[in-house]
């Protein structure tokens, strides 16, 4: 069984009025996204080694080594978290979310800032990702290219950024941090992120 593109769970035109263009949309989904899964289709159909793994198996059974099996694995799973990452009603912080964010990361201005650093110091492509730790506590971290925290075991998920330029271009030109200050302000679906605790 072949991995496909998921389709996004709003309309584009609704993500526009949070500051991601329809074309950006238009490109990171059907395109960018898109070339991921298909490359990495293209792997599994001359491996048989990685046929009948799930995405998750592959990533983590391919990290230690990286290489391109490991880069369009971990794009496929990074996006398809990123896509639940954003809302049309993005912004609210639900109070169970609220509460343990002011816990562990001492308030969510802490929260933010932290967030924001992690996506602007990325150098080059990467992500900065909300997790929840092994030991329990959320956690603000980064990771280069198609890295992710299920191959850095740094904990479950519950928010991601993409920061590779062809997310906040079109859009922000080279403003980086104003694309990170409106996800974390108008676009994170933090309901979505509150349900993965
Ligand atoms: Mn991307």
């Known amino acids: 069984m072949a991995f496909e593109l998921p389709t996004l769970p709003y309309s584009k035109a609704a993500l526009g009025a949070k500051n991601m263009s329809e074309e950006t949309l238009d490109l990171h989904h059907g395109k960018h996204h898109q070339a991921y899964v298909t490359a990495l289709n293209g792997f599994v159909e001359k491996d048989p080694a ?17 290489g391109p099996v490991f880069n369009n694995a971990g794009q496929h799973w990074n996006h398809i978290i990123f896509w639940q990452s954003l809302s049309p009603k993005g912004g609210v912080i639900p109070p169970k979310l609220e509460a343990k964010i002011n816990e562990d ?29 092994p030991d329990g506590k959320l956690k603000v971290t980064k990771t280069p290219n198609g890295s992710n925290p299920l191959a850095t075991g740094e ?29 974390l302000d108008v676009l994170a679906n933090y309901e979505y ?5």
């Open 50 to 66: 990685l046929q009948g793994k799930s995405l998750e198996e592959i990533v983590t059974s391919t990290a230690a080594a990286g």
């Open 193 to 197: 992120a509150e349900a993965q605790l």
């Open 155 to 183: 904990g479950k998920v519950l928010l991601a950024a993409d920061v590779w330029e062809h997310s906040y271009y079109l859009d922000f030109r080279n403003r980086r941090p104003d694309y990170l200050q409106n996800f």
């Open 105 to 133: 990361l001492g308030s969510v201005t802490a929260f933010k800032d932290a967030f924001k650093a992690a996506g602007i110091s990325q150098f080059g492509s990467g992500w900065a990702w909300l997790v929840l730790g």
